[in-house]
């Protein structure tokens, strides 16, 4: 599976930005998707994840973004999202999204995919 992040741009603290991950293959249906975000000098750390269901997809959120940031998938398009609105500058990151076959988890190394990241930067 190859995965393409796009979205990234510079805004000013409490806009709001679309982040898209293409994956290359439709059996991507069937996988856990995530994004992550890596501060500079910082660990890359979970954002958000997105299960495989047949009514589209359960959901999980790392609290600093719990309420502002909303990730879905769109199984037609083999593409999943991340909406991220109210931006803070903590915010400020690269972001990747990443692809697994098993369960989904909050942890980067039982992630088997991943995309290039797409910077975000948040202006004060």
């Known amino acids: 599976v190859q995965l393409q992040a796009s979205g990234g741009g510079l805004v000013q603290a409490g806009g709001s930005l679309r982040l898209s991950c293409a994956a290359s293959r439709r059996t991507f249906s069937r996988y856990v998707m995530a994004w992550f975000h890596q501060a500079p000098g910082k660990e890359r750390e979970f954002v958000a994840a997105?299960?495989?269901?047949?009514?589209?997809?359960?959901?999980d959120y790392a609290d600093s973004v719990k309420g502002r940031f909303t990730c879905s998938r769109d199984t037609a398009k083999n593409t999943v999202y991340l909406q991220m609105n109210s931006l803070k500058p903590e915010d400020t990151a690269v972001y990747y999204c990443a692809a697994d076959q098993n369960r989904p988890s909050r942890y980067p190394n039982d992630y088997d995919y991943w995309g290039q990241g797409t910077p975000v930067t948040v202006s004060s």
């Open positions: 997105v299960t495989w269901t047949w009514s589209g997809g359960d959901t």
